[in-house]
């Protein structure tokens, strides 16, 4: 009887956890670089999934950034720098130490498409670190990814110009409110999910 309330327990926590939550990003710029990128991660503790698309890139390689600011009142220059909660020197994707909007490099192919996609375990769209209301950036040149000796390496990657850039924004759940849960951390057991656990334990003893 034990083990079927323990049971029980867990999958009603595992049935109340985070909606999944999914963003989507329009691209645009004055470089004639379009697209779009979205955005989806199944729970606060799951990775994110990014699917790029843009076409009119040059072949070859481009940084690949969230900026800080969802402000494009001077075109992708007013997004701000890359998005670094931490304060730390910016880097590659892989990095232990690296810019949370730091996604390394998207590469475009002869006809200048790019047509991908990636996980990430930094960026997240739950808590005081979402990254929904803030900006995609595409740049012209390649992200070193803080590997040479440039000035700019730690700081940018040296990725040139922004060619395309849009706003994180809100695809789906629309419906309700942020909840509360802190990014990049293990998920706390919420007194509603114990409530919610400790009801169908309960059941199942009256079952
Ligand atoms: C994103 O762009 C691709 C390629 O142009 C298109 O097929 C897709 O429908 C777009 N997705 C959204 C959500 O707009
Ligand atoms: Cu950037
Ligand atoms: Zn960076």
Redesign the pocket.
């Known amino acids: 009887m034990k083990v079927l309330v323990v049971l029980s327990a867990v999958l009603c926590v595992a049935l109340a956890k985070d909606q999944p939550k999914k963003a989507i990003v329009y691209l645009n710029g004055n470089a004639g670089v379009t697209g779009n990128v979205t955005i989806s991660q199944p729970s606060c503790t799951e990775p994110v999934f990014i699917e790029i698309n843009a076409v009119g890139l040059a072949p070859g390689k481009h ?1 690949f ?1 969230i ?1 800080e600011k969802g402000d494009l009142t001077d075109g992708c220059a007013s997004t701000g720098g ?1 998005y670094n909660p931490d304060k730390v020197s910016h880097g590659a994707p892989n990095d232990q130490v690296r810019h949370v ?1 730091d996604l390394g490099n998207i590469v475009a192919d002869e006809n200048g498409i790019a047509k991908t996609s990636y996980s990430d375990t930094v960026v997240s769209l739950y808590g005081a670190r979402s990254v929904i209301g803030r900006a995609i ?1 595409i ?1 012209a040149e390649v992200d070193d990814l803080g590997k040479t000796n440039h000035p700019d390496s730690l700081k ?1 990657g040296n ?1 040139g110009g ?1 060619v395309a850039c849009g706003v994180i924004g809100i695809l789906a759940p629309f419906e309700e409110a942020e909840e509360e849960c802190s990014s990049g951390q293990p998920a706390l057991v919420f007194p509603a999910v114990t409530i919610f656990a400790s009801f169908c334990a309960a059941r199942m003893l009256v079952a």
């Open positions: 940084g950034h900026h890359h909007g950036v740049h940018t990725a922004r």
